[in-house]
C-alpha cells in the first residue's frame, strides 16, 4: 500500500489536509544541493550557448514543456538567454517517428536530430524506467550531451544512469505528489535563475 492509499478519507477535506501534509513531507526530503547542481548545469549551458532539451511522458510531458517555457521565456532575459527546448511539443514529429520507428525512438530520433555535444537533456519521470527515456539518456552519451534525470518512487535504471539529477523520494506508484513535487522544482529553479538574471541586469 502506497501513501495514498493509506491517507485516503471518504470526507474530501479529511483526504485534502492528509495528503497536503504527505506532500509537504516529499518536499522536506528533496536534497537542496541536486537541486543546486542543476542550476549550475543550466547556468553553465547559457555560458557555452548549449541548448537544454527537456522530454518526459504523460503528465511529465507536460512539465517538460513548462520546465522550457519558464526557463527560455520566463526568465525574460536581455543579455545572454536560456537555450532551453521540449521535445514533447510537435505532434507531428511524434506520431511520425512513433509511427514509422516506434515510440521508444521518438526523443533520441529528435536528439539526433538537434543535439550536439555539450548540450544537456532532461528527463522528467516518476519511475525513472521509460524505455524512450533511457533511449535517448544512451543517444545523449554517444552524442557527448550531458544526462539529468528528475525522477520519483526509487528513481528507477534513469537515476542510475544520469550524469546527475534530482529525486523526489516517494512511495511506488504515487504520481500526483511525484509530479506535484517536479512541477515545485521547476518553480523554484525558474525563480532563482529570474532573480539571477535580474540582478545581472
Known sequence: MNNIDRIFDRDPAVFASAYVDYLARV????????????????????????????????GSAATASHFANDISIGTKPE???????SLTDNVAILTAVANDFGYDEVFSRQLRVHGRAGDIVVAISASG?????????ETATQTGM????????????MKQVADE??????????YGPAEDAHMMIDHLVGAYLIQLVKAES
Do not use: W
Open 146 to 157: 550531458k544526462t539529468v534525470a528528475i525522477t520519483a518512487f526509487d528513481g528507477g535504471k
Open 27 to 58: 518536499l522536506k526530503s528533496i536534497d537542496p544541493g541536486e537541486i543546486a547542481r542543476f542550476i549550475d548545469t543550466l547556468l553553465d549551458a547559457r555560458e557555452r550557448g548549449a541548448t537544454v532539451f527537456f522530454i518526459g511522458n504523460g
Open 79 to 85: 543579455g545572454r538567454q536560456f537555450r532551453a527546448l
Open 129 to 137: 524506467n521509460s524505455p524512450n527515456l533511457l533511449k535517448a539518456f
Open 165 to 174: 539529477g534530482i529525486h523526489v523520494p516517494t512511495g511506488p506508484r504515487e
